[in-house]
């Protein structure tokens, strides 16, 4: 079983349509959960941050973590074609220097 | 004014050649990565260094040997380049504090091994 696991897509909806990302994982020690956002050829840029359980919302993204069920989701409200891009959910267990894992990402696509 | 910047952007080579990579952080950060993407985009941790110093070192091949100048640059040589090396390779930055610790990502170099 692979650390972390998260569905590859591509997923494609509407524009206007409410998007659920989710990933889960097997290491019990992770405690910061990310995502980031990859457009083609580009690098990733942080989108979401969450330390332990709970949820965090900034504008139409909101990130919620269940540590409980090894469990995380990123929701972004009203997509836009410019949200068209991979996703990628990424955690770690203790300070910066422990370097991310990642998910394999999820490609998403907006139609509009 | 770029925060993570990787030199080239792109490199083409042929097997068995030897190449290096740059990259440079104006961050201030004290800790910098190099990141492997595969074709699949799976994005996997290399080496981590702190201040100069190896904190990770992944399973990697050992014709992989990263160097650290100083903290704000970390390179990649690569040697006896092999077709599986193609990908992109991804240096970061960031804190090595145990608060909120985004890592920057450079733009990718696109290495390609014919």
């Known amino acids: 079983q692979k650390e972390v696991e998260q569905d590859p897509g591509p997923l494609s909806v509407p524009e206007g349509a409410i998007v659920s990302l989710n990933c889960t994982y097997s290491n019990s020690a992770f405690q910061y959960f990310m995502w980031y956002r990859q457009y083609s050829r580009k690098g990733p840029e942080l989108l979401m941050y969450t330390y332990s359980s709970g949820n965090k919302e900034d504008g139409r993204f909101t990130a919620q973590v269940d540590k409980s069920s090894k469990y995380i989701s990123l929701f972004i409200r009203d997509s836009q074609p410019s949200d068209s891009a991979t996703y990628l959910c990424a955690m770690r267990s203790g300070g910066g220097a422990d370097g991310l894992t990642f998910g394999k990402g999820t490609h998403l696509i907006i139609q509009p | 004014d770029t925060a993570v910047s990787q030199t080239p952007k792109y490199l083409v080579t042929q097997m068995g050649n030897d190449k290096s990579i740059k990259c440079e952080q104006n961050l201030g950060h004290d800790t910098m990565y190099w990141y492997k993407q595969d074709s699949k985009k799976f994005l996997k941790i290399m080496f981590s260094y702190n201040n100069k110093e190896l904190i990770i070192n992944e399973t990697v091949p050992n014709r992989f040997s990263p160097k650290s100048p100083d903290k704000a640059h970390l390179n990649l040589h690569i040697n006896s380049l092999e077709l599986g090396d193609s990908a992109v390779y991804f240096c970061?930055?960031?804190?090595?504090?145990?608060?909120?610790?985004?890592?920057?990502f450079g733009q990718g170099t696109r290495l390609t091994v014919v």
């Open positions: 970061a930055s960031s804190l090595s504090g145990w608060e909120d610790t985004e890592a920057f």
